[in-house]
């Protein structure tokens, strides 16, 4: 709190702000003392008030990244290698399998597919050349469009290639993007690799029952949660629980009074950065809804939670509850004719699901789901559910799979 407070513009100004000094700060209940910072505000501030005094982005050692998003949602973001790698292993403590495939010296190759712009290299046009995709730490960036279900036949069955000619260690991506390019290429064979890491956007049942269906069984499926502002900030476990990475970053999860959550309740991650040289962070908001669990099997100490999604996607129900991306998953499941869907809430009186079927159209399984959802948003909600050829991405090349228009 002391080295953000006199290094960097943006924390200063909002402690002075607030009439707080570093000190006040003396035990965990102290943050509620501390100002949140938004996303808005470190956008506005970057990188003058947000690098500590004498810091430069031309520094060899530091890593810049762009969040994905439209134009006005994206930010630009900056850390030292070495604390990115810190928060990498930080997280992966909980995943001891996990942490040595990635941690393995002959670990050489991997893949990255997801939203060309969750990639640091141009993947969206045919004339990139594989070579221009491959990033200094041995990561393939596979050709990716920016609408996942408008992909050219050519640019998947580039993408199947070049995975096997990469012959990656392991696979990051994007579950809905490879469940797509994994049905359109079910003849093709098993994916590569010893495991499977599933990030960059929330993972459906849907997409990760089809996954597991055609993967190896000897490969190691996770998932992880990163952030461009922070890196690693969680990852699952062997049980497949998700662990807050709470060796690296101060994580708080609080309710919309800006009060620390219970068990069994779902909270905003709120990020506080240790021991950050570069770009410190204090009371970031993330945006991203977690669920407090009383525990995991395999008994690591880091918090045990369930990532519910965006706040901002969160359809609001008849008594003011949000209902998170995961709880509208929930409902919906993985029935084997499904091969995606898209939830939209219009408005508080109207929402619709429109899905895509390898049956066409499942009438029964439509009026239980309909009944599932009216049940969960209230009973002025008219909800809609059909069959569609055809599902957009977001403008950002994110497909999302819960959305609201209520703010």
Request: aromatic share 6%; charged share 25%.
């Amino acid at each position: 709190m002391a080295h953000a407070y006199e290094n960097t513009g943006l924390a200063g100004r909002k402690l002075d702000e607030a009439g707080v000094r570093p000190g006040d700060v003396r035990h965990p209940d102290d943050l509620r003392l501390v100002p949140v910072t938004s996303r808005a505000e470190y956008r506005q501030a970057f990188p003058a008030g947000v690098l500590v005094r004498g810091a430069t982005l031309s520094d060899p050692m530091v890593v810049r990244s762009r969040s994905s998003g439209t134009a006005h949602e994206r930010l630009i973001s900056a850390d030292y290698s070495y604390t990115l790698a810190e928060r990498r292993f930080g997280a992966l403590d909980v995943n001891p399998p996990l942490l040595r495939v990635l941690a393995d010296p002959a670990t050489r190759h991997s893949v990255r597919y997801a939203a060309p712009n969750c990639s640091d290299v141009e993947c969206s046009l045919p004339t990139t050349k594989f070579e221009d995709r491959v990033l200094p730490n041995g990561m393939l960036v596979l050709p990716s469009a920016h609408d996942v279900y408008a992909t050219p036949d050519t640019m998947l069955r580039a993408a199947r290639e070049e995975i096997d000619r990469w012959e990656p260690d392991y696979l990051s991506c994007d579950a809905t993007r490879l469940a797509h390019l994994v049905r359109w290429c079910q003849d093709d064979g098993a994916l590569p690799g010893r495991a499977l890491i599933l990030t960059y956007n929330f993972a459906p049942a849907f997409a990760v029952a089809h996954l597991r269906d055609r993967m190896p069984a000897t490969m190691l499926l996770a998932n992880s949660v990163t952030m461009s502002e922070c890196g690693w900030i969680a990852a699952t476990c062997e049980h497949g629980t998700t662990h807050l990475n709470v060796a690296e970053l101060w994580l708080e999860l609080l309710d919309a009074d800006r009060h620390p959550v219970g068990q069994g309740a779902v909270g905003e991650l709120v990020v506080t950065t240790l021991g950050e040289p570069l770009a410190p962070r204090v009371r970031y908001l993330t945006g991203d809804l977690y669920r407090l669990l009383g525990g995991c099997p395999c008994g690591h100490p880091h918090p045990a939670v369930r990532f519910e999604g965006r706040w901002r996607d969160a359809p609001v129900c008849a008594d003011g509850t949000r209902m998170t991306t995961v709880a509208v998953d929930d409902l919906v499941g993985a029935p084997e004719h499904l091969v995606s869907y898209r939830f939209h809430q219009h408005a508080p009186e109207r929402a619709e699901l429109r899905y895509m079927s390898d049956r066409g159209a499942v009438p029964r399984w439509e009026e239980e789901l309909v009944e599932r959802l009216a049940e969960r948003l209230g009973p002025r909600c008219r909800v809609e559910v059909g069959v569609a050829p055809y599902l957009p991405s977001e403008r950002s090349g994110k497909f999302l799979t819960c959305t609201t228009a209520i703010s």
